[in-house]
C-alpha cells in the first residue's frame, strides 16, 4: 500500500489489480454482505416489453409521469429499467418491496434514500449509464459516487479538454497521441464525476475546478486527488473498465479494499 501525496488531498492507494474481481456474478435473492466493499451492480437496459411493463410498476407516481415525457420508445423504457431496477436493488438490501422503496431529489438533483421513510438505514447509492449499461453502486457510507462513459470518438476532444481539466492535467496531455489523449481523458473525466457525484453536486461545479492524477498504465488504476476546497477529507477513486468498450470510476470517502461486481 503506498501514500501518495499532492497539493489538496492525500489518497491512500491500495494494489487494485490484485484485489479486483474478475467477472460479475449474478446477484443473490438475499442482499450480499458488504464486508467493507462497495458493492457495483450491472444493468443491462435491453430488456423485453414484459419486464419493462413489470419494472413499471415499481415506479412512484412521479417517475411514471417522468416516463411518460420520452418521447422515444427506447428512452422511456431505458429510464423505465434504470429506475425499476434501482428500486429492486434497494429493495434486497431494505428487504422491502420495491414499491415502499421512498426516493429524494437533493437541490443539485441527486437522488437519495429518505431515511424518515427508511429508519436509521445507513445505505448509500450512486447510479450511472451509458449507452446500453447501467452501474448501481452501494456502500455503507455517506458519500459515494459512480460514473460509466462507452468509449467512442469525440470529435470536440480538443475543446473538452481545454474546458473540463486543470491546468495541471492538460500539461499532461500535451505531449499525448490522440488516441491516448482520448482514452486517458474518458479516464478523467469519469472519475471527476464520481467524485462530483459523491460530494453530491454534480456538474453544478465545474470539472476543471480540480484535477486527478492517473499513475501507472494498469487497468485499475487508483487516482489521486488534486482538489484544494477539501483538503481535510480522503477520498478514494478508482478508475477501471467495468466491461469491453466502457470506462468507469468510483469515488468514496472510506478505503475499500475491494469491490463486489453483481448483475442482475
Request: hydrophobic share 40%.
Amino acid at each position: 500500500m503506498a501514500r501518495l501525496e499532492c497539493k489538496g488531498v492525500m489518497v491512500v492507494c491500495n494494489d487494485w489489480t490484485a484485489a479486483w474481481p474478475r467477472k460479475w456474478r449474478k446477484g443473490c435473492a438475499s442482499p450480499p454482505e458488504f464486508d467493507n466493499t462497495v458493492h457495483l451492480w450491472r444493468v443491462p437496459l435491453g430488456r423485453d416489453s414484459r419486464l419493462v411493463r413489470q419494472l413499471f410498476e415499481y415506479l412512484s407516481p412521479g417517475e411514471r409521469q417522468r416516463a411518460s415525457g420520452f418521447r422515444l420508445a427506447t428512452a422511456r423504457a431505458s429510464f423505465i429499467v434504470r429506475r425499476g431496477m434501482l428500486r429492486k436493488i434497494l429493495g434486497r438490501y431494505l428487504n422491502v418491496d420495491p414499491r415502499a422503496i421512498r426516493l429524494g431529489t437533493s437541490k443539485f438533483g441527486k437522488p437519495y434514500l429518505r431515511s424518515q421513510d427508511h429508519g436509521s438505514t445507513d445505505l448509500s447509492f450512486s447510479i450511472t449509464h451509458s449507452h446500453k449499461v447501467a452501474i448501481v453502486a452501494l456502500a455503507p457510507t455517506d458519500c459515494i459516487g459512480v460514473d460509466l462513459e462507452y468509449v467512442q470518438p469525440l470529435p470536440d476532444l480538443e475543446l473538452m479538454i481545454e474546458t473540463s481539466l486543470s491546468s495541471r492535467e492538460k500539461s499532461r496531455f500535451r505531449a499525448m497521441t490522440s488516441a491516448a489523449k482520448l482514452e486517458l481523458f474518458y479516464r478523467h473525466w469519469t472519475c471527476k464525476e464520481a467524485y462530483l457525484k459523491a460530494l453530491g453536486v454534480g456538474l453544478n461545479r465545474r470539472p476543471d475546478s480540480f484535477g486527478v492524477a492517473l499513475p501507472g498504465a494498469r487497468a485499475i488504476r487508483a487516482a489521486v486527488l488534486e482538489d484544494t476546497r477539501h483538503a481535510a477529507a480522503e477520498f478514494s477513486i478508482l478508475s477501471f473498465e467495468p466491461f469491453a468498450g466502457y470506462v468507469a470510476a468510483t469515488a468514496t470517502t472510506r478505503k475499500y479494499a475491494q469491490h463486489q461486481l453483481f448483475m442482475i
